[in-house]
């Protein structure tokens, strides 16, 4: 069957992509492996679907290419998908900047964008996986979940197939080798928004954890990133909104066989003098309190014995037994606490990929490959990738857009 545009992927980019391309009057299709569009938008911020937020400044998304991304958003901003949602039925909540459906359902975010694909007789081929795209145009061969081939030319393609996170939801890499088919370099896909794994045995004792804190994060010694918030210890290392945002750097810095190690700051409130004082007035107050004893109320308690015993201080001894320099360590364990990094989870707990097509070989303004002509481009298949918040969302809907506007024009002006 013969299209105008064709679309790998119904994820949040290519369902987008499709309706841009449609309102352009062209014949569109849409290609899907999964048994059902938009699975990973269903996902999104625990099912509420943070779907954009009003904060956009360059530090919101990382690549390669720093400046590429703002390029494109310059194009289609938060501002425009507002509209966009909002003419298709969505009335957005603004929490703090960081925008959800009204519903607090993502399942209102894929409707409305099934709504409209109907409208616009977009065709969305579900169960079908692309296995190869030939000349003449775009040939693009399918295999569905019964293993019987179809073909469909296109002239013009578009790659929304997403990259490597959470493959059970349809991003399995798939949308790479196509890319790379076309002669496009892949920047090593990397787990991102992730949490990590540490060597740390004590990781076990204090999982489950919660608590405030600043995290920085090296590579042999050199600071890499900087975050704040709450992190959550586990049985295998540490997670958490700070952890998740700085994972890409971590991702980046293993992958090259760098010594990764996290610094924790567990009491961002107190300076180190001021905390040096705070123990010693504790101490005063209470001599005869164990040196555990007169740390409950500072830190969770299982974080409190970690401490103690990382300080190589017998946590039964009285604590007016305590030396000065007995309190500045144990000051500097809580204010400098070390947790060692030896791996990211999986892919099948990252919420994005870090790497993915080469941002050098796409026009930021149309999101066409610069190798190959009529040939687009969008969402997480390109090395851009956004901090938590519903920027990676955003990064969808404006490549999305963009991509599909333009290849809609493309065949206009062909």
């Known amino acids: 069957m013969d299209y105008d545009v064709i679309i790998v992927g119904a994820g949040a980019s290519g369902m987008v992509a499709g309706i841009a391309a449609a309102r352009e009057g062209v014949s569109v299709l849409i290609i899907e492996q999964k048994e059902k569009a938009g699975k990973k938008i269903l996902a999104t911020g625990n099912g509420k679907c943070n779907f954009t937020n009003k904060y956009q400044t360059p530090d919101c ?33 603004d929490r703090e900047g960081y925008i959800y459906p009204n519903s607090e359902q993502a399942a209102s ?15 969305i081929k579900l169960k079908e996986k692309v296995v190869e ?18 073909t469909y030319r296109g002239k013009v393609l578009i790659l929304a197939a997403g990259g490597c996170a959470s493959p059970k939801l349809g991003s399995d890499g798939s949308g790479y080798v196509l890319a790379k088919a076309f ?22 004792n204090v999982s489950g954890v919660r608590t405030g804190a600043k995290v920085s994060l090296f590579a042999d010694s050199k600071l890499l990133s900087m975050e704040e918030g709450e992190i959550i210890f586990t049985d295998y290392g540490i997670s958490g909104i700070p952890i998740m945002q700085i994972s890409r750097f971590a991702s980046k810095a293993l992958i090259q066989g760098k010594s990764v190690y996290l610094r924790l700051d567990l009491l961002l409130q107190n300076t180190i003098s001021e ?42 001894s009285p604590c007016h037994l305590l030396k000065e320099s007995d309190i500045i360590k144990l000051v500097k364990k809580i204010k400098e606490f ?16 870090a790497g993915g097509v080469s941002t050098l070989e796409i026009n930021s303004y149309t999101m066409e490959s610069k190798i190959k002509k009529g040939l687009y481009l969008a969402g997480e298949l390109i090395d851009v990738d956004g901090t938590c918040g519903g920027y990676n969302l955003q990064w ?13 024009k493309y065949i206009a002006n062909k």
Not at 298 to 310: A, T
Not at 338 to 353: G, K, L, M, P
Request: proline share 4%; net charge neutral.
């Open 109 to 123: 975010v894929v409707g409305v964008l099934l709504m409209e694909c109907e409208r616009l007789n977009i065709s």
């Open 338 to 353: 070390t947790v060692r990094i030896y791996e990211t989870n999986t892919f099948d707990f990252a919420q994005v990929t």
């Open 133 to 150: 795209v030939r000349e003449p145009d775009f040939t693009v061969d399918t295999l569905d979940s019964d293993n019987r081939k179809s």
């Open 275 to 316: 905390l040096v004082d705070i123990i010693k007035k504790r101490c005063n107050n209470n001599p005869n309190k164990t040196v555990e004893e007169m740390m409950v109320g500072m830190l969770n308690h299982k974080l409190n014995y970690i401490i103690i015993k990382e300080t190589k201080l017998n946590g039964e």
């Open 61 to 93: 998304y990382r690549s390669d290419d720093s400046t590429f991304p703002m390029k494109v958003l310059s194009n289609f901003d938060n501002s425009l998908t507002l509209q966009f949602f909002e003419k298709l039925g969505i009335l957005p909540r």
């Open 396 to 408: 969808a809907w404006s490549t999305g857009y963009i991509s599909g506007s333009n290849a809609g």
């Open 183 to 204: 002669g496009h370099k892949i920047i090593n896909p990397l787990p991102a928004l992730v949490s990590l794994k540490s060597p740390d045995k004590f990781c076990k």
